[in-house]
């Protein structure tokens, strides 16, 4: 039995949402996009669901356009945005701390005509807005830089960002995939044109998500996918109720108990943090404060990273990103953090959710504090 | 059998010798310990091994290490064969040494570094002797 402390690469599904989900899948058989009874009643959830979503992000529901999840989402928004541009409007600026999402779309891009500017963060995971600033000329169409790093928990100061775009009138996109269920988010007050979501980080299900579209965004964004109608023509294809359901579900608790959930996030990675600082040589990668509550990542001084995570069979735990952990490579995260290849294996990331306990937490800092010790005792400086 | 932690699978004698790390340890005090070291900076490998060497006889032999699995492993390996051995039979062969630990041949770099290690503990020894 493990210790689950990786709920930023997915979470456990809330069992309130399973039952809901559950309830659909054996009641409801509607196409929402049938005018029949049944499929009355199915629209009726999906337009419940867009309701709830849309609060807690403090979004408008008709600006929600649901999709398979957050790569989706961040796929819809750049190639609908870049596709359709005009020839003297072919410039995205982003990050290279993005999401493989976007970094692997702007590569597509590229490969396509359109110039990419990848703007690079400082020693604490912060991508400055100076920098994106600089990097926005005439010829650019849009910006995109997530809310908060999936690897090392760090906020950017989106609404800077969001705001120069304004000025510049350029559109500015977010993945908000580990911000939704995190942070408070009004999208209404930000100035953020585009924001890519995730059921699955905030115990929802995975396989859904959406793309909130502000007003400025609308008409300048171009549909990827072919074959109907709906979801404004941006996405076609018959909804997937039940998964929709799950993502109202999850919205729906994750917007009434989040001041509740930050508050817990918060004490359980700051007792992993005390807990682990007792070990000398450990560092956080990112810093301490303006980070997403529920992520910590710390690097272990003087011991091999391999070793570290093969040490620790008891904790489910990310090296860096769940999806960058197929690969094998050190996280370039954390490299643009200026952590050399064995210092970034040598991080590890942890992730707490609802469900973590102080007495999972306490557990998973001893069992992290014998491996590192033991593999330290077989090395002598 | 082969069980998979993280990206990398083990086999159940790489996790034996690195869960366990036999023989692991510094030298003792003496004039009849050699050691012999090796590292690899891109990965940050370092092994370090030392031999007790008594009348042409390997009466003890120990590492320290930093590295992967099967780094751990392969220095545990060694270490377990060489004690008793005399010299002129401690020999090592890498690729049999990846095979008896059922490892991956891009481990190969790895253990080149174990190996390097314990032979030059074994050249300080004949120098010693």
């Known amino acids: ?381 | 059998m082969v069980r998979l932690i993280g990206r990398e699978p083990y086999s159940a004698q790489v996790l034996r010798l690195f869960e366990m790390t036999p023989r692991a340890g510094r030298a003792g005090t003496g004039p009849d310990w050699a050691t012999g070291e090796s590292h690899e900076p891109l990965s940050a490998t370092q092994v370090r091994a030392h031999l007790r060497v008594v009348s042409d006889q390997i009466l003890e032999a120990r590492y320290e290490v930093r590295g992967c699995p099967v780094t751990v492993a392969a220095a545990a390996l060694i270490a377990e064969r060489w004690s008793g051995r005399t010299l002129p039979d401690a020999r090592i062969a890498p690729r049999a040494v990846l095979a008896d630990l059922e490892a991956s041949v891009s481990k190969l770099g790895r253990v080149l570094v174990v190996e390097s290690a314990f032979q030059k503990a074994l050249q300080a020894a004949r120098t010693n002797a």
């Open chain 1, 1 to 381: 039995m493990s210790i689950y402390l990786d709920h930023a690469a997915t979470t456990p599904i809330d069992a309130r949402v399973v039952a809901r989900m559950a309830d659909v899948m054996a009641s409801v058989h509607g196409n929402p996009s049938s005018t029949h009874n049944p499929g009355r009643i199915a629209r009726g959830l999906v337009e419940t669901a867009r309701d709830d979503l849309a609060a807690l992000i403090a979004g408008q529901s008709g600006q929600i356009v649901f999709t398979s999840g957050a790569t989706e989402a961040d796929n819809l928004a750049l190639f609908g945005l870049m596709r359709g541009a005009p020839a003297e409007q072919r410039h995205l600026v982003t990050s290279r701390i993005e999401h493989r999402a976007i970094l692997d779309a702007a590569r597509q891009l590229e490969a396509e005509g359109v110039r990419v500017t990848y703007v690079d963060a400082d020693r604490e995971g912060r991508v400055p807005v100076s920098a994106v600033e600089a990097a926005i000329g005439p010829q650019t169409r849009a910006v995109s830089v997530m809310w908060v790093n999936n690897e090392t928990g760090v906020i950017q100061d989106v609404m800077a960002m969001a705001a120069i775009c304004r000025a510049r009138g350029v559109i500015f996109h977010s993945d908000a995939a580990q911000a939704l269920g995190h942070l408070p988010i009004r999208l209404c007050d930000t100035g953020i044109d585009l924001a890519s979501l995730s059921a699955h980080k905030m115990g929802g299900p995975a396989g859904v998500g959406a793309l909130w579209v502000g007003a400025r965004a609308a008409p300048l964004l171009k549909p990827i996918l072919f074959g109907g109608g709906q979801e404004h023509g941006w996405r076609p294809g018959t909804l997937p109720l039940h998964q929709i359901v799950g993502l109202g579900e999850a919205s729906r608790i994750a917007a009434e108990q989040l001041a509740q959930d930050i508050a817990h996030y918060q004490a359980m990675t700051e007792l992993l943090a005390a807990r682990l600082s007792t070990l000398p040589s450990v560092q956080r990668n990112g810093p301490a404060e303006l980070r997403a509550p529920h992520i910590l990542n710390l690097a272990f001084g003087g011991v091999d990273g391999e070793a570290l995570h093969a040490s620790l069979p008891g904790l489910a735990i990310s090296g860096g990103s769940a999806c960058g952990a197929e690969r094998g490579e050190p996280s370039y995260v954390l490299r643009s953090l200026g952590r050399d290849d064995p210092a970034a294996e040598a991080s590890i990331r942890f992730s707490v959710g609802r469900q973590t306990t102080e007495n999972d937490i306490e557990l998973a800092a001893k069992i992290v504090e014998n491996a590192v010790k033991k593999l330290r005792s077989l090395w002598s400086d």
